[in-house]
């Protein structure tokens, strides 16, 4: 049903469901907002996006003001106008203005706004300012107040996607703060480290931790072997950084760059991806076939991981002892490349780009290194590579498409597709298929996994097996499939989870999708992951059992999957973790 | 039933308790056996009498004697004097209630003639912990009449009758708000009483809800069955324990009558009412914020629409009352809504509590008429201004109201000449301010209350207020601009405009009304750098004239140590050496100017 809208005295028809801001931008008036995400945070918190409505006493934020048929709006009155500079002027006296050293310097929103009011003045500049407070606790969040601008975004995907709220609004007034419970460190507040909060801020009030400079210090080490691998989303989205469309594929140009780093080896996680379905999987056919604890929970996503430690530690049973595909790749690289290479693996320094924060926790993490070494010495988001790449000046764009190095640089489509959601069931799927059926089965797409809704469930057949599969993504949706799993009210044979919503592709690394795409209604997660099914229809080799390289390393090394050795190298253990520790 | 020759009312209101009513009723009762009269005289412990600067409060009837100030010493006495021998003692008497040697009746004195109670008709009368007193007020007697007698669309046409608007602040139409609740249909629905009174001095739903809590409960009940919920919250902050109590109490009382819970007066209809107690955040008042809080999460306003009658408590259909909109219920539908649109304005109908606090003689709790004026409440009612000081402003509707001055005395209050004139009427605060007052500090006070408790939610209250109070502090400390002025202005405008919620729409209003009427006040502090009250003090200065004596009086009382003898330099008048002092580590706190002997009066603050 449509409705007539009159907006600065031209009448426009309307849906009926849309908001003034719609009803606006159908008029070609783009309308400035801050707090406003579609869907996630409608809180009319700012107040940038004010209108004039007839009837209305005060001005009205036209982010969650739905239309009504004779409504009359106008947005471009000096009270509006004036309005709107006042707020972005209050906003910028409280907010820490060394824009130059930011993360976030030429991808700021409000920078962007700034630029585009051009205030002449901000008189209140001089006066107080919140309390500044930066928390760097965390191995992979670091929260700095003096440039959080209380939009409330973070605390909004925190509590709907990561489904966590350890982010809330603290204090009042002027001295409201985004905090923690009892402002404790936020490693200690229960946080899982997906960094969604992140890819929301639309200023440099939370990061990740840097690595950067650790890595430029291992490249200019002569004695160093750096070996660099990368995640399977980021070259889903690594082409944003440099204005390439979202959606573009850029494998070849990204195994370029990196190269040009002056980094000794570019190798691919899809290698590990591979290794950790043969490894997986035949934890599963071993759990199946001998009455082993089910379901068997996936575990390579080290964001869902610190969930289950924190939240769901009677579940522990269940998870996978794989370690996540980065981490196996790091201590094969430590052990069987470094054999193969005749490199002490003290020299080695192993650099995962990744998609995401938790990936930062989770290196880490103890149990995670051998022989007292880490399996993994630094992780870069995709963010990171993007600004070491451009401190390097590469022009991303012109490179010609390389490949990655080998040995332990072939992958399949297996591999390549456990950067969305549903990816890693669908390799382990096409793996353990062939193997119950000792088939090579030529239908082995399972469209039922994929997909971006919350929670997916599917019952296959398989060898006269009947399997039982359940996907859940984000921490949000992990939750509620947890519950369900413990309420015993539906039972499962394989659960796959990952820590963000969509996947890696929209891990807490990834590069920043703006207000103005989010709310275009761009489905950026979907184009993302196109790339990496695209890769997959692409690749000969589909299903991790293929890998030749991988074959390779079990025939010379591992001898076969869940092996003695392997399990020293590929698999982990977990422990519950206690949130707000008394200390 | 037995039989008393006298009632002795204590007030048990928070003011009175905390005066020690408790002790008092406990000696009155001691004292009454001693002299054997315990089976002749009743006590009992009612709420609030509203003259809470006379208490702690006792009446005694059937004369209806008025004692003020009692203390646990004067029970004895007036337990002898007056209940064993007939003889009051007037040196405890209220001063108003004894003329030369008439001793006036409580109802009679000038305070409580002028007033016309209908939400605090119950209280200082009855024991509110006692539902039969209650009952044979005729409570619930409404209620009855509304379950046997009426459909529930005649209960709020009635209201709508009335006239009612929400005494909580905003003043909506009270019937036509029971009529949204009511049409909208879901599974469940709510009401929810605000007793989350918050502005400062303001104590009216604490009252009501202290004195006759059975009034709200069975208000509440009533809109239940008008609008067709079955539950009710009551939101009422954790700092009223009283409250709280008597609350608990009546509600109690009222489901083991059968008033409340399921099948009331075993008809179909049931209803049950929850306590849900706030930390005391101002904000948690507004009805979205509270709702919110209700639910479990810190208090912060949603934006509307969608109103709570629409998407309330849980997201069902939430009628939400003020305490004061509610007491007056009952007797609406048992006096019927004409009775009460018979009283008051034409847009503004029945009575309104004001609590009476600042610079005037009765501070305490009043109930008049819709259209009485700012006058007659402050000078005949209140008793004026103490110490014969000269009006000079009164702030309505509590820290977000606006200060209005002598030209407004003779508006007729109602909401919308209140808001003509650039106030409001808020939950009925009424402070008064004698000359004496500055009303740039006084606008840089309400502001730093609405600063502290803004939620944080919006920019414009959040960033905002802070503003408006840093250039205010500005002025105050003399280092204010003419565009300061200007700023002040455009910034509380800004606020009021583009505020998310009512909270932060209204907290500029004492400036924007200071700035209004008293802009000469303003250009005093910002042109000639002089604060014209004396108040603000870094405009002050202390000097010492050459009145000085050298006693050194104010030199020993400097806690700053910075008054000191001039030089060896002797005053020719006076013969002694004369006190000077150093103006730079001068603290202004006027120890010096205490301390200089009357006859001497040396030293002027300017």
């Given at each position: 049903?449509?409705?007539?809208?009159?907006?600065?005295?031209k009448?426009?028809?309307?849906?009926?469901?849309y908001?003034?801001?719609?009803?606006?931008?159908?008029?070609?008036?783009?309308?400035?907002?801050?707090?406003?995400?579609?869907?996630?945070?409608?809180?009319?918190?700012?107040?940038?996006?004010?209108?004039e409505?007839?009837?209305?006493?005060?001005?009205?934020?036209?982010?969650?003001?739905?239309?009504?048929?004779?409504?009359?709006?106008?947005?471009?009155?000096?009270?509006v106008?004036?309005?709107?500079?006042?707020?972005?002027?209050?906003?910028?006296?409280?907010?820490?203005?060394?824009?130059?050293?930011?993360?976030?310097?030429?991808?700021?929103?409000?920078?962007?706004?700034?630029?585009?009011?051009?205030?002449?003045?901000?008189?209140?500049?001089?006066?107080?300012?919140?309390?500044?407070?930066?928390?760097?606790?965390?191995f992979?969040?670091?929260?700095?107040?003096?440039?959080?601008?209380?939009?409330?975004?973070?605390?909004?995907?925190?509590?709907?996607?990561?489904?966590?709220?350890?982010?809330?609004?603290?204090?009042?007034?002027?001295e409201?703060?985004?905090?923690?419970?009892?402002?404790?460190?936020?490693?200690?507040?229960?946080?899982?480290?997906?960094?969604?909060?992140?890819?929301?801020?639309?200023?440099?009030?939370?990061?990740?931790?840097?690595h950067?400079?650790?890595?430029?210090?291992?490249?200019?080490?002569?004695?160093?072997?750096?070996?660099?691998?990368?995640?399977?989303?980021?070259?889903?989205?690594?082409?944003?950084?440099?204005?390439?469309?979202?959606?573009t594929?850029?494998?070849?140009?990204?195994?370029?760059?990196?190269?040009?780093?002056?980094?000794?080896?570019?190798?691919?996680?899809?290698?590990?991806?591979?290794?950790?379905?043969?490894?997986?999987?035949?934890?599963?056919?071993?759990?199946?076939?001998?009455?082993?604890?089910?379901?068997?929970?996936?575990?390579?996503?080290?964001?869902?991981?610190?969930?289950?430690?924190?939240?769901?530690?009677?579940?522990?049973?269940?998870?996978?002892?794989?370690?996540?595909?980065?981490?196996?790749?790091?201590?094969?690289?430590?052990?069987?490349?470094?054999?193969?290479?005749?490199?002490?693996?003290?020299?080695?320094?192993?650099?995962?780009?990744?998609?995401?924060?938790?990936?930062?926790?989770?290196?880490?993490?103890?149990?995670?290194?051998?022989?007292?070494?880490?399996?993994?010495?630094?992780?870069?988001?995709?963010?990171?590579?993007?600004?070491?790449?451009?401190?390097?000046?590469?022009?991303?764009?012109?490179?010609?498409?390389?490949?990655?190095d080998?040995p332990?640089?072939?992958?399949?489509?297996?591999?390549?597709?456990?950067?969305?959601?549903?990816?890693?069931?669908?390799?382990?799927?096409?793996?353990?298929?062939?193997i119950?059926?000792?088939?090579?089965?030529?239908?082995?797409?399972?469209?039922?996994?994929?997909?971006?809704?919350?929670?997916?469930?599917?019952?296959?057949?398989?060898?006269?097996?009947?399997?039982?599969?359940?996907?859940?993504?984000?921490?949000?949706?992990?939750?509620?499939?947890?519950?369900?799993?413990?309420?015993?009210?539906?039972?499962?044979?394989?659960?796959?989870i990952?820590?963000?919503?969509?996947?890696?592709?929209?891990?807490?690394?990834?590069?920043?999708?703006?207000?103005?795409?989010?709310?275009?209604?761009?489905?950026?997660?979907?184009?993302?992951?196109?790339?990496?099914?695209?890769?997959?229809?692409?690749k000969?080799?589909?299903?991790?059992?293929?890998?030749?390289?991988?074959?390779?390393?079990?025939?010379?090394?591992?001898?076969?999957?869940?092996?003695?050795?392997?399990?020293?190298?590929?698999?982990?253990?977990?422990?519950?973790?206690?949130?707000?520790?008394?200390? | 039933?037995?039989?008393?020759?006298?009632?002795?009312?204590?007030?048990g209101?928070?003011?009175?308790?905390s005066?020690?009513?408790?002790?008092?009723?406990?000696?009155?009762?001691?004292?009454?056996?001693?002299?054997?009269?315990?089976?002749?005289?009743?006590?009992?412990?009612?709420?609030?009498?509203?003259?809470?600067?006379?208490?702690?409060?006792?009446?005694?009837?059937?004369?209806?004697?008025?004692?003020?100030?009692v203390?646990?010493?004067?029970?004895?006495?007036?337990?002898?004097?007056?209940?064993?021998?007939?003889?009051?003692?007037?040196?405890?008497?209220?001063?108003?209630?004894?003329d030369?040697?008439?001793?006036?009746?409580?109802?009679?004195?000038?305070?409580?003639?002028?007033?016309?109670?209908?939400?605090?008709?119950?209280?200082?009368?009855?024991?509110?912990?006692?539902?039969?007193?209650?009952?044979?007020?005729?409570?619930y007697?409404?209620?009855?009449?509304?379950?046997?007698?009426?459909?529930?669309?005649?209960?709020?046409?009635?209201?709508?009758?009335?006239?009612?608007?929400?005494?909580?602040?905003?003043?909506?139409?009270?019937?036509?708000?029971?009529?949204?609740?009511?049409?909208?249909?879901?599974?469940?629905?709510?009401?929810?009483?605000?007793?989350?009174?918050?502005?400062?001095?303001?104590?009216?739903?604490?009252?009501?809800?202290?004195?006759?809590?059975?009034?709200?409960?069975?208000?509440?009940?009533?809109?239940?069955?008008?609008?067709?919920?079955?539950?009710?919250?009551?939101?009422?902050?954790?700092?009223?324990?009283?409250?709280?109590?008597?609350?608990?109490?009546?509600?109690?009382?009222?489901?083991?009558?059968?008033?409340?819970?399921?099948?009331?007066?075993?008809?179909?209809?049931?209803?049950d009412?929850?306590?849900?107690?706030?930390?005391?955040?101002?904000?948690?008042?507004?009805?979205?914020?509270?709702i919110?809080?209700?639910?479990?999460?810190?208090g912060?306003?949603?934006?509307?629409?969608?109103?709570?009658?629409?998407?309330?408590?849980?997201?069902?259909?939430?009628?939400?009352?003020?305490?004061?909109?509610?007491?007056?219920?009952?007797?609406?539908?048992?006096?019927?809504?004409?009775?009460?649109?018979?009283?008051?304005?034409?847009?503004?109908?029945?009575?309104?509590?004001?609590?009476?606090?600042?610079?005037?003689?009765?501070?305490?709790?009043?109930?008049i008429?819709?259209?009485?004026?700012?006058?007659?409440?402050?000078?005949?009612?209140?008793?004026?201004?103490?110490?014969?000081?000269?009006?000079?402003?009164?702030?309505?509707?509590?820290?977000?109201?606006?200060?209005?001055?002598?030209?407004?005395?003779?508006?007729?209050?109602?909401?919308?000449?209140?808001v003509?004139?650039?106030?409001?009427?808020?939950?009925?605060?009424?402070?008064?301010?004698?000359?004496?007052?500055?009303?740039?500090?006084?606008?840089?006070?309400?502001?730093?209350?609405?600063?502290?408790?803004?939620?944080?939610?919006?920019?414009?209250?959040?960033?905002?207020?802070?503003?408006?109070?840093?250039?205010?502090?500005?002025i105050?400390?003399?280092?204010?601009?003419?565009?300061?002025?200007?700023?002040?202005?455009?910034?509380?405008?800004?606020?009021?405009?583009?505020?998310?919620?009512?909270?932060?729409?209204?907290a500029?209003?004492?400036?924007?009304?200071?700035?209004?009427?008293f802009?000469?006040?303003?250009?005093?502090?910002?042109?000639?750098?002089?604060?014209?009250?004396?108040?603000?003090?870094?405009?002050?200065?202390?000097?010492?004239?050459?009145?000085?004596?050298?006693?050194?009086?104010?030199?020993k009382?400097?806690?700053?140590?910075?008054?000191?003898?001039?030089?060896?330099?002797?005053?020719?008048?006076?013969?002694?050496?004369?006190?000077?002092?150093?103006?730079?580590?001068?603290?202004?706190?006027?120890?010096?100017?205490?301390?200089?002997?009357?006859?001497?009066?040396?030293?002027?603050?300017?």
């Amino acid at each position: 049903m449509n409705v007539k809208v009159t907006i600065d005295g031209k009448l426009y028809e309307v849906p009926s469901h849309y908001t003034a801001l719609d009803a606006c931008k159908a008029a070609n008036i783009d309308i400035p907002t801050l707090c406003f995400l579609k869907e996630l945070n409608e809180t009319a918190a700012c107040r940038m996006c004010v209108v004039e409505v007839e009837g209305a006493r005060s001005l009205q934020a036209s982010c969650v003001l739905k239309v009504r048929d004779g409504m009359k709006i106008k947005t471009n009155t000096k009270r509006v106008q004036d309005s709107r500079a006042t707020t972005l002027e209050l906003l910028l006296a409280n907010h820490n203005k060394e824009c130059l050293n930011c993360d976030r310097n030429g991808k700021c929103e409000l920078q962007d706004l700034a630029e585009r009011f051009h205030l002449k003045e901000i008189y209140f500049d001089s006066f107080e300012k919140r309390t500044p407070f930066i928390d760097d606790s965390s191995f992979s969040i670091v929260r700095d107040q003096s440039k959080c601008i209380l939009c409330g975004r973070c605390v909004s995907a925190c509590e709907k996607i990561a489904g966590m709220s350890v982010l809330a609004y603290t204090n009042r007034g002027f001295e409201a703060n985004v905090g923690t419970g009892f402002n404790v460190e936020l490693d200690d507040a229960g946080c899982i480290s997906c960094g969604q909060c992140i890819n929301v801020c639309p200023v440099g009030a939370l990061q990740e931790k840097s690595h950067v400079e650790q890595v430029w210090d291992a490249i200019s080490d002569p004695k160093k072997h750096v070996v660099i691998q990368t995640a399977p989303a980021v070259r889903a989205a690594i082409g944003e950084e440099f204005g390439l469309p979202i959606g573009t594929s850029c494998t070849g140009k990204m195994i370029a760059a990196i190269r040009r780093l002056g980094v000794d080896k570019v190798f691919d996680t899809n290698f590990a991806a591979d290794l950790t379905i043969l490894e997986e999987g035949h934890e599963l056919l071993d759990r199946l076939q001998n009455g082993g604890k089910l379901p068997l929970l996936t575990s390579c996503s080290p964001g869902w991981i610190r969930l289950i430690e924190q939240y769901y530690p009677e579940l522990l049973p269940n998870l996978s002892s794989c370690k996540s595909p980065h981490q196996m790749f790091g201590a094969i690289i430590k052990s069987y490349y470094a054999e193969k290479t005749k490199i002490d693996p003290k020299d080695i320094y192993v650099v995962s780009v990744m998609p995401c924060t938790a990936k930062k926790f989770e290196m880490n993490r103890e149990e995670l290194s051998h022989n007292g070494l880490k399996d993994v010495d630094a992780v870069l988001t995709t963010r990171e590579l993007g600004r070491m790449l451009k401190e390097k000046g590469i022009r991303f764009n012109e490179l010609p498409d390389e490949d990655f190095d080998h040995p332990l640089g072939e992958y399949t489509g297996a591999g390549v597709i456990f950067g969305a959601t549903g990816g890693v069931m669908e390799a382990a799927l096409r793996t353990v298929a062939d193997i119950l059926t000792g088939e090579d089965l030529k239908d082995f797409e399972y469209h039922a996994v994929r997909g971006f809704e919350g929670i997916k469930e599917a019952e296959l057949e398989i060898a006269g097996n009947k399997i039982s599969i359940a996907i859940a993504h984000g921490g949000g949706n992990a939750r509620k499939l947890m519950d369900i799993i413990k309420s015993g009210k539906k039972e499962y044979h394989f659960v796959e989870i990952m820590g963000c919503e969509g996947g890696c592709i929209n891990g807490g690394g990834q590069p920043y999708v703006n207000s103005h795409i989010r709310n275009e209604g761009i489905d950026y997660k979907k184009l993302r992951a196109q790339v990496l099914y695209n890769e997959d229809k692409s690749k000969e080799f589909r299903k991790s059992h293929h890998n030749k390289e991988v074959k390779q390393l079990y025939d010379e090394f591992l001898e076969k999957p869940n092996s003695h050795k392997a399990h020293e190298l590929l698999h982990t253990s977990y422990k519950a973790r206690e949130i707000f520790p008394i200390k | 039933m037995q039989y008393y020759r006298a009632h002795v009312l204590i007030c048990g209101g928070t003011g009175c308790t905390s005066g020690k009513s408790l002790e008092i009723k406990a000696e009155l009762e001691k004292q009454l056996v001693t002299y054997g009269i315990e089976n002749e005289v009743k006590v009992v412990m009612t709420g609030c009498f509203g003259l809470c600067e006379a208490g702690p409060i006792m009446v005694v009837y059937p004369e209806g004697t008025f004692y003020a100030h009692v203390q646990v010493k004067d029970v004895k006495k007036i337990v002898e004097e007056h209940l064993f021998k007939g003889r009051i003692v007037k040196e405890k008497l209220y001063y108003e209630a004894l003329d030369e040697d008439k001793v006036i009746s409580v109802n009679e004195v000038e305070f409580y003639a002028k007033q016309k109670r209908i939400a605090l008709s119950n209280c200082g009368v009855i024991d509110p912990e006692n539902i039969d007193e209650y009952l044979a007020k005729d409570g619930y007697q409404a209620l009855i009449k509304v379950l046997t007698d009426m459909k529930p669309r005649e209960v709020i046409e009635e209201i709508k009758k009335s006239g009612l608007r929400g005494r909580g602040g905003a003043g909506f139409p009270t019937g036509l708000k029971w009529e949204f609740a009511s049409n909208y249909e879901d599974d469940m629905k709510y009401v929810c009483c605000n007793a989350d009174e918050g502005d400062p001095g303001a104590f009216m739903d604490r009252s009501i809800l202290e004195g006759t809590p059975h009034s709200v409960i069975e208000a509440m009940t009533i809109a239940g069955y008008a609008t067709g919920s079955k539950k009710g919250y009551i939101y009422i902050r954790a700092e009223y324990p009283i409250a709280v109590k008597r609350l608990e109490i009546a509600i109690k009382q009222a489901k083991d009558y059968g008033l409340l819970g399921n099948n009331i007066l075993d008809t179909k209809f049931s209803f049950d009412i929850e306590i849900r107690l706030g930390a005391g955040a101002f904000v948690c008042g507004e009805e979205t914020a509270l709702i919110e809080s209700i639910e479990g999460k810190r208090g912060m306003p949603r934006t509307k629409p969608p109103f709570p009658a629409e998407k309330g408590i849980w997201g069902k259909p939430t009628l939400i009352n003020n305490v004061e909109t509610f007491a007056n219920i009952p007797a609406i539908i048992l006096k019927g809504g004409e009775w009460f649109g018979s009283i008051g304005t034409e847009k503004s109908k029945g009575t309104k509590v004001f609590a009476l606090g600042g610079k005037i003689k009765n501070t305490g709790l009043v109930e008049i008429p819709m259209g009485t004026t700012l006058r007659e409440v402050i000078y005949g009612i209140g008793g004026g201004i103490p110490d014969n000081k000269k009006f000079k402003a009164v702030q309505t509707g509590g820290p977000s109201g606006g200060c209005l001055t002598a030209e407004h005395l003779d508006t007729p209050i109602d909401y919308d000449n209140l808001v003509s004139i650039g106030s409001m009427m808020g939950s009925g605060g009424m402070i008064v301010m004698d000359e004496d007052t500055c009303m740039v500090d006084i606008a840089r006070f309400f502001l730093d209350f609405t600063c502290e408790e803004s939620c944080g939610k919006c920019t414009p209250c959040r960033e905002g207020t802070k503003r408006l109070k840093e250039i205010l502090d500005k002025i105050v400390a003399g280092n204010g601009t003419i565009e300061d002025l200007d700023r002040l202005e455009n910034l509380a405008g800004y606020i009021k405009d583009n505020a998310l919620c009512n909270l932060g729409q209204t907290a500029p209003n004492p400036v924007i009304s200071t700035l209004k009427f008293f802009r000469d006040e303003y250009m005093a502090h910002v042109v000639d750098k002089k604060c014209p009250t004396s108040v603000c003090k870094d405009l002050l200065q202390y000097t010492i004239t050459d009145k000085c004596i050298g006693c050194g009086s104010c030199a020993k009382v400097c806690p700053q140590g910075c008054i000191e003898p001039l030089g060896k330099e002797i005053n020719s008048k006076t013969k002694r050496r004369q006190y000077v002092i150093d103006q730079n580590k001068c603290i202004k706190c006027g120890a010096c100017l205490e301390a200089c002997p009357p006859k001497v009066k040396a030293i002027i603050r300017k």
